[in-house]
C-alpha cells in the first residue's frame, strides 16, 4: 500500500483495502436514484463505495438541487463520513446516480480500522479534506449565481 503522503490508488492498493473494508462491513447494492441518506436524520454508517457514483445534495425550499459533492468507486462520501465522526446527522440528502454497490462500514468498525491503519485513516480524512472543498466551491457558485440573477 502507499504511504499516506501518497494519495494515488494503483488497482492492487484498492483491492487491499477493500478486502479490509469487507471483513469487517457488509456489501449492499441498491438502485440509481436510491436514497442512502435524508436531511436530518442521523448517520449510522459510512458507505465505501465499490461500484458506481452517489452525490450529496439539498433543496432550497422547492427549488432545484444543489449538489453538494460526489463520490465514486473506490471512495466514501467525505461529507457522511464527517457526520459519523462528528456523531451528527446528515445535512444533506445522499442519492445513487448510478446502481451503485458499497460495504456499509458502522461507526465502530469505522473508529476501529482509523485506529489500526494509518493508511486508511490519513485516506479518510483527505476523502473528508477534498468533499469538504467540494462544498465550499458549490457554496460560492451558489453565491455567485445568486448575485449575478
Known sequence: ?????DTSMNESDLSGVIDMLVRYAPRVDVPQGA???AAGRPVDMMPFLLTGTVRSED???SGPQNVLCRARAGEGCGLITACILAQQPDNANVIAETDVAFVAISRDSLNALLSVSSDIRARTFRSV????ADL???IEDRVLSQRMA
Open 59 to 61: 433543496r432550497a425550499g
Open 129 to 132: 479534506c477534498d468533499h469538504l
Open 136 to 138: 465550499s466551491t458549490a
Open 35 to 37: 436514497r442512502l441518506f
Open 1 to 5: 500500500m502507499p504511504t499516506s503522503s
